[in-house]
């Protein structure tokens, strides 16, 4: 099958559907890793919904074993994966004991309830036993055997369990939601299986995408956008040609933080950047949406998944989150993909792609909206922008530290180590630290301001500087340097 997101191999954005891998009539067997975060939750409610569409084979998480477990019960998966071997023991030991079964959830959900200071875990937890208890009467009817036997599923972790999820043999699409660079090599691990992904995982892309696109073309592989702003532009680039391909709009809610003067971003504390306006996420989502560096991440993914350059994107700040991207077509012609912030379309759409599948989702009150409202965005106030066309412009390894040096600047400000502010500084100061490998240079004439990517083999004015080819290995190292780079700089600054 054709890849579909890679217009390095194929001259149009989508293959026919009589060319597709799937059919109706066809259960799609998946690996979610990620399980039970946001992305991984949407999921598996989707395929609870329709179970005579999915079978959930292959079950990963890290830490969150409690919830994991309630997954395993419910969908009875083949394999599990966790972090390490001490909670592969916990989660066996509830497994074995009676601890999840079906009498004993309401008494023990309900004590959880009464908690005033509940964890993540246990909101995860009860978020997913409401959501079960609600679908379970329809699952009952499609014939959906929650009752089945789930001990017997067997169990793994760390990174040889992770590889083993994403490329397990019963398995044909693997969902990979996993937080932050440890997405990475299971990506790679799945490509190499065959198996087709949905990628709610940018950091993939941002850290390695130029061998991760090529690798996924030559195995054939195809890989579907799960963000919900590169599922607009995949939908809205359905059928067309990439040659009339012009410009993508990529639409950022502006978070939290939106309206908030420079001089006050010294005072935000955590849980400020943690309420976001229109979205549910997962912490390091949230924040990135709070810096604008999840606009940032995705800047370098739409580069990677579109092979567009960085300078045919624009970023518009939409806080009504209606309109989820658009693009721009050479005939002027824009199309935009429009609906509810809600993580389910876009989720089902890359696991059931070309179909769509009922979700019981209401659409936008147009009428009550009245108007759809746009801003350009603070560059100043928000850096991380600028950090994506350098990342993009440079090439090669810079994509990997800048991201890295956001993972690393993003837990210590949650953990309350350093102000909002010097997020940005440590990212800045990374990057500028940074010994870039590089074989995708980009040179601007500063006179004109004109590009040439060598990428895409767009001319302009300017010399083609001297190139130097990068590998896996060279990703990995400068994640792992720009990582001890990034905690020296926070060391600095207590």
Known sequence: MNNIINPRT???????????????EKKRRLSVLGSTGSIGRNALQIAAMHPDRFDVTVLAAANNVRLLARQIQIFKPEIAVVLNSERA????????????????LSSCCSSISRQHD????????????????????DMELKGYRYDKEWRDVKIYWGDSGYTLAASYENVDTVLLAMVGAAGLMPALAAIDAGKHIALANKETLVMAGELVMSRA??????????????????????????????????????????????ENFKDIKPEDALNHPTWSMGNKITIDSATLMNKALEIVEAVQLFNVSVYDIEVLVHPQSI???????????????????????????????????????????????????????DRDRFPSLDFAV????????LPAVMNAANEVAVNAFLNHQIKFPEIFSIIEKTMAMHRNINKN?????VANEEIMDFRYNKTGNGDRLKSQAYTLDDVIKSDIWARETALGLIQSFR
């Open 217 to 262: 073309a030559e195995k054939g592989v195809t890989i579907y956008p799960v963000d919900s702003e590169h599922s607009a532009i995949f939908q809205c680039l359905e059928g067309h040609s990439f040659k009339n391909l012009k410009k993508i709009f990529l639409t950022a809610s502006g978070g939290p933080f939106r309206g908030t003067p420079l």
């Open 10 to 24: 194929v001259q149009t954005c989508f293959v026919k559907e009589s060319n597709c891998l799937y059919s109706s």
């Open 390 to 397: 350098q990342a993009c412009t440079e090439g090669g390894t």
């Open 118 to 137: 509940l964890s993540a875990d246990n909101r995860q937890y009860l978020s997913f036993y409401d959501q079960f208890n609600r679908d379970k009467h």
């Open 323 to 377: 309109v989820h991207s658009m693009v721009g077509f050479s005939d002027g012609a824009v199309m935009a993909q429009m609906g509810l912030p809600d993580m389910k379309s876009a989720i089902s759409y890359a696991l059931s792609w070309p179909e769509r599948l009922d979700l019981e989702l209401e659409f936008p009150d147009f009428c009550a909206l009245g108007s759809l409202y746009f801003e350009p965005p």
């Open 89 to 104: 023991y916990e989660l066996k030991k509830i497994l074995s004991s009676h601890d999840l079964s079906c009498s004993d």
């Open 441 to 445: 240079i980009v040179c601007c004439s």
